[in-house]
């Protein structure tokens, strides 16, 4: 293998599997980027054996062939090269990289010694606008944390039917829905499915991918396939069933809160600084005085609060929640004014935003001790 490609497209490349790679001892080739020729250019690709990305980069072929070598090496060694052009050239079990005024040799493995990537069969097909997938991705993972014990709860729940898709996951304290219309994507499917992406999965796959690109998304039974022009994922998916959330959303609430999203997240901020172990802090409605008090204590720290303009209808409400979660949720709200609806402490409250019905975001108060 010998070629010749521009240090800022490797770059582009290597930066899009690079969280594939894995740091597995006991198998040092997957510490390392499959390398191999194709018309045109060259395919890198990575794999933790849990998930697989590839990216094609565009270079000159001087002659065919395959290898692997070290990603972080090559990382290391692309990243500081003063010039742009750069040859590779695999010889004698290593890779040698030159311009002008630099030469490095770095010990390669074998390609066959890689794992083999995984094929899912491309026939059924979801396509969504590269901007539609990372806002609903980023959105709903905010929602969910990885677990060992409930991988289920370490997933986002992919619910397509034939009118909607319907993204969510949660960790049980909280849940995130994103709902992608009919007219954002296309599909040639006829029958509704469900599928468990793993977190990573879910995370990797909007950190990747560009607005402008369109995604087309297939699947099998064990594994699910995210493609562009540029790059392809392939995902092993999560056996297992996702709660059933429909029957906890809350239909009314007691309390209906109306504020902005900046003044309440800078209100939070705040008040974390004085919270407990837990995060907590306490809201303290009062609609005839129309505002909300956000006040922490720590009896080794001290304690604050904070009062800020809200429209409120219903009952008072004196509640905790945990501040970093309650945050989190804002964040991805979209617009600059949210609904909040609360109920009792034992049961979940509703965030949203005022001017945007596809996505809410859910939290379970602190109970009382």
Known sequence: MNIIIIKSALKDGLGVIERAVSESANLPILKNVLIETKEGGIMVSATNLEIATSCFVPAKIISAGKTTIPLGLLWGVVNNLPTERLSLEEKDGSVEIKTEN????????????????????????????GATLIDALSRVVAASQISELRPELGSVLLDFTLDEIKLVATD???????????????????????????????????KITKEEEEVSVYHDQHQILFKTQRYSLVSRL?????????????????????????????????????????????????????????FSLDQSLGDNNYTLPAKIKGQPKEISFNWRYLAEGLKVISG????????????PALLKSQTEDSYFYILMPILKA
């Open 172 to 206: 049980s304290f909280r849940l995130a829905e994103k709902t992608i219309g009919k007219n954002q994507y296309q599909a040639d499917h006829s029958q509704k499915f469900r599928l468990l992406i793993p977190i990573k999965t879910a995370q990797e796959v909007y």
């Open 102 to 129: 630099y030469r490095a040799k770095i010990q390669s493995l074998p390609a066959e010694d890689f794992p083999i990537i995984p094929q899912v069969k491309e026939d059924g097909c979801v396509k969504i606008p």
């Open 336 to 347: 600059d004014d949210v609904f909040w609806g609360i109920n009792e402490d034992n049961k």
């Open 238 to 294: 999560i056996d297992g069933n996702f709660p059933d959330y429909t029957a906890i959303l809350p239909k009314k609430f007691e309390t209906e809160i109306m504020l902005s999203k900046g003044e309440l997240l800078n209100a939070l901020k705040l008040a974390g600084v004085f919270s407990s172990k837990v995060n907590e802090v306490k809201i303290k409605t009062s609609p005839d005085q129309k505002s909300l008090e956000i």
